[in-house]
């Protein structure tokens, strides 16, 4: 089965880019996912092909104007023509922080439609009037959606079947079990007067794997204690068998 990806964007050429490579560019030939880049200006209605307009209530920069994005989403769900509805997400910093679970769920189904946001952002009411997901990448502001779009687009790439070499490198990884991964070494085992740990070397695999559960823990408690807290309140409730 083919994931289907339409992004509808002012800068079509910025698609595949990144994903026209490597890992995403071969599964792309090989027919596992597909692209298509939608010019937004495309579905404008005057001949200058105007695609925003003022803020209601002043202000500075410009807003994508709603009838415009709706004729690109409805011209978008049409060309794609599932049974399955085909999610849409709106790339945003006002979204809901993307996460690994979400992307894991979008990898599963039939595909996404991803709009852009450039100048200051969209009509709001077109996220209730074609359910679209606001989606941010992180805290952080962009000039625009398109590079939060390849992330989110790669991101799905990566889990398609037999789109990863080992399989077992997309479950162990960072946010899969909700820690970080722990770190990794390789050779030379001394480089620089720096060595790795010693219990890597040992060659006892129960000793490896409590060794890397414990950098795991550590690492996410000092880097990141909002994954941390998570882990532990998810821990606590299930083994209090609360619900
Ligand atoms: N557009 C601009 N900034 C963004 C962000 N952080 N996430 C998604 N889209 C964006």
Redesign the pocket.
């Known amino acids: 089965m083919t994931f289907r990806a339409a992004v509808i964007t002012l800068y079509p050429d910025m698609f595949p880019g990144p994903l026209g490579v490597s890992l995403a560019g071969r599964a792309r030939e090989e027919g596992k996912w597909s692209l298509e880049a939608i010019q937004l200006r495309d579905f404008a209605a005057d001949k200058h092909r105007t695609v925003d307009d003022t803020p209601a209530g002043g202000g500075a920069g410009m807003v994508l104007r709603a009838d415009v994005l709706a004729r690109a989403i409805d011209h978008a769900r049409a060309v794609m023509g599932d049974s399955k509805p085909i999610p849409v997400l709106a790339?945003?910093?006002r979204?809901r922080p993307?996460t690994q679970a979400r992307v894991r769920e979008l990898a599963q189904g039939p595909g996404v439609i991803v709009v852009?946001?450039r100048f200051e952002g969209f009509d709001e009411r077109i996220f209730a009037a074609r359910e679209v997901e606001e989606?941010?990448?992180?805290?952080?502001?962009?000039?625009?959606?398109e590079?939060?779009?390849l992330m989110l687009l790669d991101a799905c790439i990566r889990l398609l079947p037999g789109v990863m070499g080992a399989p077992s490198s997309g479950t162990e990884e960072s946010f899969e079990n909700g820690l970080l991964e722990y770190p990794h070494y390789t050779r030379p085992a001394e480089w620089e007067g720096r060595t790795i740990p010693e219990v890597l070397r040992s060659g006892d695999h129960a000793k490896i794997a409590a060794w890397r559960k414990l950098q795991s823990e550590v690492d996410t408690r000092l880097r990141r204690p909002d994954l941390w807290e998570r882990h532990e309140g998810a821990r606590v409730q299930s083994a209090s068998g609360a619900r």
């Open positions: 790339m945003t910093p979204g993307l852009c946001g989606v941010s990448i992180g805290d952080i502001v962009l000039s625009g959606g590079p939060a779009a």
